[in-house]
């Protein structure tokens, strides 16, 4: 699946984020103020990474993690993060010991994202993450 990034430049998510907000304060209703933080913060997150890693975490990515906070509460998001991480350490680890990749290799995060989404998600249903942790 490919995320257009076109689009960005004339309606960036954080003017998104932020109209959505200025819209939940208007109506009154705080269901959607925790989602809409969430996905502020984890896309913020990532974004905060692509400035000081030499852009290696591409906007996809940003934007994913963005509707990956709607899903998981409060800071749900930071151990999903962990989880892919780890998940794609598992992943490409070997591949890098074994000289099949070299430095230069750029892993796509993507579906790692999703995977420590599922995850965190599940752990959170089964009572392992307390809610909005």
Request: with cysteine; glycine share 12%; aromatic share 10%.
């Amino acid at each position: 699946m490919i995320l257009p990034t076109a689009g960005s430049r004339t309606f960036s998510p954080s003017a998104g984020l932020i109209s959505l907000l200025a819209l939940t304060a208007v109506s009154g209703s705080q269901a959607l103020l925790l989602p809409i933080l969430s996905a502020a913060a984890a896309s913020g997150f990532l974004l905060l990474m692509r400035r000081f890693t030499a852009r290696s975490i591409g906007l996809g990515d940003v934007k994913f993690a963005a509707s990956s906070g709607v899903l998981l509460p409060g800071i749900q998001w930071l151990p999903a993060f962990c989880i892919a991480s780890f998940a794609a350490l598992l992943l490409f680890l070997p591949l890098y010991i074994g000289h099949r990749i070299g430095r230069r290799f750029r892993v796509p995060f993507g579906p790692f994202i999703g995977i420590g989404t599922i995850s965190a998600v599940l752990l959170s249903a089964a009572g392992y993450m307390p809610p909005g942790f």
